[in-house]
């Protein structure tokens, strides 16, 4: 064995726990598919502009161990996420909150917002949501659940609210005060230069193989380490014995344009249902970027299949008890640890992933 760790994937997770293990001294290989490291956080930088490739990756906490953790790889900025939604020809502020309520109704105070909301609430007769429509209406209303969740939440899933889980939806603060910041954490910000140079400082000093898919080289790589780090889609690394997970995934289109101000905001989410994307990305503002040019990526979510990349778990009851079934599997893995949103089958947020990895860190390290 010429290694402690085999690590397959090179997103967050894995090279955290690279990144770990070498400092105490343990041996690491790390591989991964794509031609470069990052996983789904890599950056790429055009025009002088750090372009998100695969979405945009907006970090937040409220645990000061993660925060002070990922910044010993970067500085951060002061970035808040306050995504506009397009509705037809109708702006909106996000998340839901007085901005987006006074803009929907014309009310003023938080009363009459919450007094529009509970009378759309009653109209619905909801008691206890029972899927994410219910869910969405008992939040913010029918008029908002129509405009700035229904078809969204339709394209991104590629299903009706109506058959949809509730957590999806609950993602997304509710304030009845004028605050359009996205996320609720103490912490959030943006790594100035980019995510890749994280993931670049992590895996300094380890072996790192590119364009090396696991499943290829599975044989070849059966022998070289006593342990193995899987952070890919823990239904493949089992070959689908139980079927297969189901995923969502992503396609991007991204442009390059001549112009120094493509649409004013990181991110404008296009929420009705007819047109495909869920959203365009201009992602210069994440670093309030002066450049004369702009790059910007229209998001277009699309249903997974075989070989596509699963960008998202669908964590519904009827997936989330198969994968529980290939947990089993894992449990009973002497070698082999699972992690990361696919090997753990999470709608996981960075936050979250570098709280798994030091988990894991503490246990088996
Ligand atoms: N969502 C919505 N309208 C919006 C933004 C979000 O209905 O304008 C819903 C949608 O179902 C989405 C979920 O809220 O999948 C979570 O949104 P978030 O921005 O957290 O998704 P992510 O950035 O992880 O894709």
Avoid at 5 to 18: K, P
Avoid at 34 to 57: L, S
Wanted: charge should be negative.
């Amino acid at each position: 064995m010429t290694y402690d760790y085999l690590i397959v994937g090179s997103g967050l997770f894995g090279s955290i726990f690279a990144y770990e293990a070498n400092k105490r001294g343990k041996k690491c290989l790390v591989i991964d598919k794509r031609q470069h490291v990052g996983g789904n956080i890599y950056t790429k930088e055009v025009e002088g502009i750090n372009v998100h490739e695969y979405g945009a990756h907006i970090f937040h906490t409220s645990n000061k161990i993660v925060w002070d953790y990922i910044r010993q790889f970067a500085e951060f900025n002061r970035y808040t996420n306050s995504p506009i939604a397009k509705y037809k020809d109708e702006i909106y502020n996000m998340p839901f909150n007085m901005n987006t309520f006074h803009k929907m109704w014309g009310v003023i105070t938080p009363q009459e917002a919450q007094a529009k909301i509970n009378e759309q609430i009653q109209e619905a007769g909801i008691v206890e949501p029972q899927n994410l429509e219910e869910q969405a209406i008992s939040m913010v209303g029918k008029d908002i659940y129509e405009k700035l969740i229904k078809g969204y939440t339709g394209k991104q899933w590629g299903k009706p609210c109506t058959e949809l889980p509730t957590f999806i939806i609950k993602r997304l603060p509710v304030r009845f005060t004028y605050d359009n910041n996205y996320f609720n954490d103490l912490y959030q910000g943006i790594p100035i230069g980019g995510y890749t140079q994280i993931i670049e400082k992590m895996l300094d000093g380890i072996d790192v193989r590119l364009n090396c898919d696991y499943f290829e080289y599975r044989d070849e790589l059966k022998n070289i380490a006593e342990k193995v780090v899987f952070t890919g889609m823990i239904d493949q690394y089992y070959d689908y014995c139980y079927g297969e997970l189901e995923y969502r995934s992503l396609r991007f289109e991204t442009e390059l344009l001549d112009m120094e101000n493509y649409q004013g905001n990181a991110v404008v989410n296009y929420n009705e249902y007819e047109i495909p994307y869920t959203r365009i990305i201009e992602h210069k503002h994440f670093e309030y970027g002066t450049q004369p040019k702009t790059v910007i990526t229209r998001e277009y979510p699309s249903q997974w299949k075989k070989g596509d990349e699963p960008y998202y778990p669908m964590n519904d009851d009827k997936n989330n008890a198969l994968y529980r079934k290939y947990e089993e599997l894992a449990k009973q893995e002497k070698n082999v640890i699972f992690g990361g949103r696919l090997g753990m089958y999470k709608y996981f947020d960075m936050h979250h992933v570098i709280e798994e990895a030091l988990k894991c860190v503490d246990h088996y390290l």
